[in-house]
């Protein structure tokens, strides 16, 4: 696997304090509040549960899936929501978690769904953010590493499924790409 992996870009350690320190300002932002954190699932699902436990006031848990990318590595340019919350989230202060934010089209699609179920406030959280890709000016409110225009696995990020448990983010090496299309 990992001849696959052109460079590690972020280390698992690099990770592990990113997460804590978002989880301490998330944690002095929200006190008092009640938050229920959103993940979008396959990809945040790392990352999410990671910054959840690095909080130290009381979250709810839902899980979405919202895809937009069929095995390639460009968006199709529309997103479909497969999976929606259960839970009721009137009233509660809702933190949208993505594994990355690219052209913007899933936060901006999604935020529009939740907002129709009247949330106290929604704020998206982005592990990643290839600021150089952006179709349509969305901005996470809180972002992890803002990463070069380049694809990247590891750590919930996948490649056709495949890389998600690597404990780092890596670039993924381009031959990988063109031995499946
Ligand atoms: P957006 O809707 O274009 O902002 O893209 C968000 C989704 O695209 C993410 O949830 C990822 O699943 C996927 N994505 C975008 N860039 C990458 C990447 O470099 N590696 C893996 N997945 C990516
Ligand atoms: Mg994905």
């Known amino acids: 696997m990992n ?75 529309s997103v ?12 509660l202060h809702v933190l949208l978690v993505d594994d990355i934010i690219d052209t913007g089209l899933t936060f901006a699609r999604v935020k529009n769904l939740l907002q129709l179920k009247n949330p106290a406030s929604i704020r998206t959280v982005a592990m990643c953010d290839k600021k150089d890709r952006r179709l349509n000016g969305m901005e996470a409110d809180y972002v992890g590493f803002t990463i070069p225009d380049e694809f990247v696995v590891g750590y919930g990020l ?16 381009p031959h990988v790409y063109a031995r499946t299309k």
């Open 158 to 173: 996948d490649y056709a499924g495949d890389y998600r448990n690597l404990p780092f983010i890596g670039v993924l090496n």
């Open 80 to 91: 479909a929501v497969r999976l929606d919350i259960k839970d009721n989230i009137t009233g």
């Open 3 to 77: 001849g696959d992996i052109k460079a590690i870009l972020i280390s698992e350690e690099e990770i592990k304090k990113r997460v804590k320190e978002l989880g301490e300002q998330l944690s002095r932002e929200y006190e008092g509040k009640k938050v229920i954190m959103i993940c979008l699932l396959k990809g945040a699902s790392y990352f999410t549960c990671d910054l959840s436990r690095a909080m130290s006031i009381p979250v709810r848990m839902e899980y979405m899936v919202a895809s937009s990318y069929g095995d390639s590595t460009d968006s199709s340019g």
